[in-house]
């Protein structure tokens, strides 16, 4: 009995509906249909940051501070940030260059120390207001940080709508007594000392709860800090407002100042208020990959141009190019029929790469640089070499003499394994090799391994249909010499039986 033939049709389908899906997301939800460009094709934002304070910074701290700092800019690790160091003691400098993104969002960003505290509230009044905080507080025992009559004084003449008493960016001692003002200089606030420390968050993500339409910043403590958090609930709550608030305090001023409406035993906590989508995941991202062991000064932020230029550019487009052509011109000189099929699949991997570059840009952050561009190139013959395995197996096939049909079925399968095996050596080369290096060379890695896995999807899914297709047409099977599959040129003595 013979074996049932390959459902070419039902494979190539699920392939034209996955590729149709891609374009919906490419071109249809979002006005930018373009790649992201990374720093040498479309330039940037450079920023010089210096320590701050009289005493010069070590070669470790120095160390700790870029590689925070790369973790912030990088997300994922494929945004192309060049993050390097410049001298060293007092005159150490850390020199960020990161493209595409605006300057002052980026220089607000990379300066934080994120000095994160809980501080239980003890006041807090509208921008303006004078209180007299000695009776509500008598009992606090202020004594402890400094005098009574100094932090009343401290309270009553904070001016929260001046931009240096809300900007923050100082690094206070959470031991002590606070006074302070909202990032937003609605509101002033005297603090008691902390009850948890930004060391004891272990995770901080950005999100939309189920039953809000507001972003969110959702925190996860250790079991120091959940135990800290339990204990200071189950105190605060029960009291009067405003002693049961707390502030969230980051980098000295009050992110948000939410009440206990009971205790808390579960160890998280989520940081809410007028957060965009951007200002959330940002705080999120400062919070999760920690504080900077210096506090920092915006020495200089300059604009970038593209430091390749359009000629280098241009030229690197060209060399490519050219190898496509030359790929091109030679699987139709030789193969000639089936060149046309490697013609199509390299049309259809460009087509889908562009795509997943733009998507990835629009998802994770992906920038595409000419280390990027470079490993598409190098991908091209990768992928060429795909067709040209299997091309070469169905010609063996039929000098073994089988007909056509036979010999396509039979030549995928010895093929298959040959291009698993290509890939899967390709795409670990990719994978080390991005996990060992830094910048520019991530990308390279990233996009050479994303090409491989175009190439094996291209390969199975609409090369492999294709050829069968093209297989059942009387063209190929009468086996002319225009289809390069012709017995005779491939050296089989009799024709006989090509196209069963």
Not at 261 to 278: M, V
Not at 387 to 399: H, M
Request: glycine share 10%; charged share 15%; net charge neutral.
């Amino acid at each position: 009995m013979a074996a049932p033939r390959p459902q070419y049709g039902r494979t190539f389908g699920i392939f034209v509906i996955l590729v149709a899906a891609l374009a919906v997301w490419t071109w249809f939800p979002n006005s930018d249909h373009a790649p992201r460009l990374g720093l040498d094709l479309r330039g940037g934002t450079q920023v010089t940051l210096t320590p701050q304070g009289a005493t010069p910074v070590t070669d470790q701290q120095l160390q700790q501070a870029v590689d925070i700092i790369r973790q912030r800019v990088n997300g994922l690790g494929v945004a192309e940030a060049d993050v390097t160091t410049q001298g060293s003691g007092a005159n150490a400098a850390i020199i960020v260059s990161v493209p595409g993104v605006s300057q002052q969002g980026i220089a607000n960003t990379l300066k934080q120390t994120a000095k994160l505290e809980f501080r239980p509230v003890l006041q807090e009044a509208v921008t303006g207001t004078v209180v007299d905080t000695r009776t509500a507080t008598a009992d606090q025992g202020w004594q402890q940080a400094t005098s009574e009559a100094a932090l009343t004084a401290a309270y009553n003449g904070i001016d929260c709508a001046k931009p240096a008493n809300r900007q923050g960016g100082f690094v206070s001692d959470d031991t002590k007594y606070l006074v302070t003002c909202a990032r937003d200089g609605s509101m002033k606030y005297l603090l008691a000392p902390a009850f948890i420390q930004g060391t004891n968050v272990t995770d901080a993500t950005a999100g939309i709860p189920q039953s809000g339409t507001a972003w969110q910043v959702d925190l996860t403590f250790d079991s120091a800090g959940s135990k800290k958090l339990s204990d200071a609930s189950t105190q605060l709550y029960v009291k009067p407002t405003p002693q049961n608030q707390f502030a969230i305090v980051l980098d000295g001023v009050v992110v948000e100042s939410p009440y206990f409406k009971e205790p808390i035993i579960g160890g998280s906590a989520q940081i809410t208020g007028s957060f965009t989508q951007q200002q959330a995941t940002d705080l999120a991202n400062v919070l999760k990959y920690g504080a900077l062991p210096v506090s920092l000064n915006i020495a200089e932020v300059t604009s970038l141009s593209p430091t390749l230029g359009s000629d280098q550019l241009n030229a690197g487009l060209l060399a490519g190019a050219i190898g496509l052509v030359l790929v091109l011109l030679y699987v139709l000189v030789y193969y000639r029929g089936l060149g046309l099929v490697a013609v199509a699949s390299l049309a259809m991997a460009a087509l889908v790469l562009y795509m997943s570059v733009v998507v990835l840009g629009r998802t994770i952050g992906f920038t595409l640089t000419l280390a990027g561009v470079t490993g598409a190139i190098v991908a091209i013959g990768i992928t060429a070499d795909s067709f040209i395995v299997y091309f070469e197996r169905i010609r063996d096939e039929i000098r073994d003499g089988r007909n056509l049909r036979s010999a396509i079925d039979a030549g995928w399968v010895r093929a298959r394994r040959t291009i698993l095996a290509a890939d899967f050596v390709t795409g670990l080369a990719a994978a080390v090799l991005y996990f060992i290096s830094i910048g520019s060379v991530r990308g390279f890695a990233f996009t050479l391994g994303l090409t491989t896995i175009i190439d094996i999807a291209i390969a199975f899914m609409f090369t492999r249909p294709l050829v069968g297709q093209l297989g059942r047409t009387a063209f190929f099977a009468n086996g002319g010499a225009a289809t390069g599959v012709n017995p005779k040129s491939l050296g089989v003595p009799s024709t006989e039986g090509m196209g069963a």
